[in-house]
């Protein structure tokens, strides 16, 4: 069975990337609401439908952390992916006032589960980790979409956008000027590292006012950034530093991160992740943010 473009009632627009767009649909045959992204690409035929095809082992990705693929396919030169709708969005909407230590332990937890399954049973790197593809629900779940599963695909995507990346770990800038492909398990390492910073601190830790050179500059020689110490605990603190860890053969990959004691910490401890999660998306919409369903309507 796969999902057509003609099943679906188009919704409203969920937000969009520099990719394509994310739309809310409703899939009229099952009656579950989903999200559709649409990516535009220059390619022909016969690659899209090779994207298509290695979209395919998703449908066996079945993981409490990771978004639901529901399947794909593509009109024209658009590639359309439909996934699991999550109500509340991605984390940088939720972030702005800061977060408590414990429930950026369980976000933290969710996501560092989520990478090492990717890894583990699809035997992929996401590439991707940032803020904006990392997205909760209604119940406080916290999981991790636009992971790079399909070889054509993240080719293809590589193209269209060069040296804007900033959630790159310092050997990927190195590589990237030698036009080496070399993605590890520890570049997402380094990235999931950035992407605690910001969603503890509500803001990006490098200085994003000067250019894009700089601020590369600053993640290939600077001093890495750190969780305030003011506010985290020593473990919180440790478990960022070694993320970022500049020298990536010594960064520890999932195994290690998950026996961190912050880790073990969050794992043992009782959050009310739902809870926060309704508090935030109110305080996003009181700031004006798009409404992401109108009323929730349950179909
Ligand atoms: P980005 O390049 O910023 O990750 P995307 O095109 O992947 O952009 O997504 C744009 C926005 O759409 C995201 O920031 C997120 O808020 C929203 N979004 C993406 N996927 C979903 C989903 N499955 N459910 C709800 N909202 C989503």
């Known amino acids: 069975?796969?999902?057509?473009?003609?099943?679906?009632?188009?919704?409203?627009?969920?937000?969009?990337?520099?990719?394509g767009t994310v739309r809310r649909v409703y899939h009229r045959p099952t009656c579950v609401p989903m999200a559709l992204k649409e990516i535009r690409l220059e390619l022909n035929q016969q690659a899209l439908r090779q994207i298509i095809m290695e979209?395919?082992?998703?449908?066996?990705?079945?993981?409490?952390?990771?978004?639901?693929?529901y399947g794909a396919f593509f009109i024209e030169s658009c590639v359309y992916y439909c996934m699991?709708?999550?109500e509340y969005g991605s984390l940088d909407r939720l972030y702005p006032a800061g977060i408590p230590e414990d429930i950026l332990g369980k976000i933290t937890l969710s996501t560092v589960k989520g990478l090492r399954f990717l890894k583990d049973e699809l035997n992929v790197i996401h590439r991707d980790v940032k803020p904006t593809n990392i997205l909760v629900n209604k119940r406080g779940e916290v999981?991790?979409?636009?992971?790079?599963?399909s070889g054509q695909l993240n080719q293809s995507l590589a193209k269209t956008h060069v040296g804007?990346?900033?959630?790159?770990?310092?050997e990927r800038i190195?590589?990237?000027?030698?036009?080496?492909q070399g993605y590890t398990i520890q570049s997402d390492v380094w990235s999931l590292g950035l992407t605690i910073i910001e969603v503890a601190t509500g803001r990006y830790p490098y200085d994003t006012s000067t250019s894009v050179f700089e601020q590369l500059n600053a993640i290939v020689h600077g001093e890495p950034p750190k969780l305030p110490e003011s506010r985290y605990s020593p473990r919180a603190c440790d478990f960022v530093a070694r993320c970022l860890t500049k020298l990536a053969s010594v960064r520890p990959v999932y195994p290690e991160l998950l026996e961190h004691p912050w880790m073990v910490e969050a794992e043992e401890k009782d959050v009310d992740m739902e809870?926060?999660?309704?508090?935030?998306?109110n305080l996003y919409l009181a700031r004006?943010?798009?409404r992401l369903v109108a009323p929730l309507v349950d179909y």
């Open 164 to 170: 804007c990346q900033s959630y790159m770990a310092p």
């Open 174 to 180: 190195f590589d990237a000027e030698d036009g080496l």
């Open 275 to 281: 809870d926060w999660a309704a508090r935030s998306y």
């Open 55 to 69: 979209l395919d082992v998703l449908h066996k990705a079945r993981s409490p952390y990771i978004v639901d693929f």
């Open 84 to 86: 699991e709708f999550m």
């Open 288 to 290: 004006g943010g798009n």
């Open 143 to 149: 999981k991790l979409c636009d992971f790079g599963v």
């Open 1 to 19: 069975y796969s999902i057509t473009m003609k099943e679906m009632e188009v919704l409203e627009v969920l937000g969009s990337g520099q990719y």
